[in-house]
């Protein structure tokens, strides 16, 4: 069975890993934080790690972004979108006002909201209006958080994350999805050495990762390389620039391409762009589930 590295029970990967598999057999091995998550794969504990790496709020997870690019090489193996439902989770009745005034939840009594610092700022502008006296504090993921809401009871503090997490710890949900946006959205990954059959969901689109660092800073360097894609048609869905962590000002280019690496069209254009004196590495090249197309 394959065993599946994610961040802890009740966490945002958790729910999305269950419901990409769905009742497909896998062995889910759960660590605190995503760099052990990284190396259960690196040194063979696990077969695949779950990894977030992009959010409809916050854009690219940086830090994830960069253990992919810099500390390891594996391949990634698919991909596939899921919700990002944030909630407020404690003890109702540490927050409840007296009875004359109401016997209503008073959220201005919270001393600390504690979550994932990536959903902690999709819900930011919900915690200023109405928790406004609260400090924040960032956890190593929102299944952490609630876990140490559910230790320190009796200190009015609440955690950002899942129902699943909510239910892990039986603690109450005092608001239901707090995301400032609707549509929030987290693009994860499974990475892993060998190459992962096709999963029973059904596959929104093909598409291959690379990564391209640009010989020198010359003029039109990186419309060049844009232009290898674009004259064979091949459509790209991202592009991002990242430092190369070498020398200030170097930046590699991050390319999502929707297609396929099993094409002769891909190939040949990155064939051109080395051929520029480009440095390109193939992240992956893999299947995309889409959740519209899974639920
Ligand atoms: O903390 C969690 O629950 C996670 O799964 C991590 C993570 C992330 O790193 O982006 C995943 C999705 C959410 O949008 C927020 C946090």
Redesign the pocket.
């Known amino acids: 069975m394959k065993r599946i590295a994610?961040?802890?029970e009740?966490?945002?990967?958790?729910?999305?890993v269950l419901h990409l598999f769905g009742d497909e057999p896998i062995t889910l091995v759960h660590y605190k934080q995503?760099a052990d998550v990284f190396l259960s794969t690196v040194n063979g504990t696990t077969d695949y790690s779950?990894?977030?790496?992009e959010?409809t709020?916050?854009g690219s997870?940086s830090?994830?972004m960069d253990w992919l690019v810099h500390e390891i090489d594996i391949p990634m193996r698919l991909e596939w979108v899921?919700p990002?439902l944030?909630n407020l989770i404690g003890r109702q009745d540490e927050f409840m006002s007296s009875f004359e005034s109401g016997g209503k939840v008073d959220l201005t009594q919270v001393t600390k909201v504690i979550?994932?610092?990536?959903?902690m700022a999709?819900c930011l502008q919900f915690i200023r209006s109405h928790m406004p006296n609260a400090e924040l504090e960032n956890?190593?993921?929102?299944?952490?958080?609630i876990e140490i809401v559910k230790k320190n009871p009796n200190q009015r503090w609440l955690a950002i994350?899942?129902l699943l997490?909510a239910k892990k710890h039986e603690l109450d949900v005092l608001a239901k999805y707090i995301t400032d946006h609707d549509n929030?959205f987290?693009r994860?990954i499974l990475i892993g050495p060998t190459a992962l059959e096709q999963l029973k969901a059904p596959v929104s689109e093909e598409k291959t990762s690379v990564l391209i660092t640009l010989p020198s800073d010359f003029p039109g360097a990186l419309h060049q390389v844009l232009s290898a894609f674009s004259w064979r048609k091949l459509n790209l869905s991202r592009i991002e620039s990242r430092p190369t962590k070498k020398k200030l000002g170097s930046y590699y280019f991050y390319i999502d391409v929707l297609h396929s690496l099993d094409s002769v069209l891909l190939p040949s254009a990155i064939e051109e762009i080395e051929a520029l004196g480009c440095q390109v590495r193939i992240l992956g090249s893999y299947l995309s589930y889409n959740y519209e197309v899974l639920s």
């Not at 956890?139 to 958080?145: G, I, R, V």
């Open positions: 994610c961040l802890p009740g966490s945002v990967s958790h729910e999305a995503i779950v990894i977030p790496i959010n709020i916050e997870v830090l994830h899921y990002s944030q979550s994932h610092p990536v959903a999709q956890a190593s993921s929102t299944a952490e958080a994350g899942t997490g929030n987290t994860f």
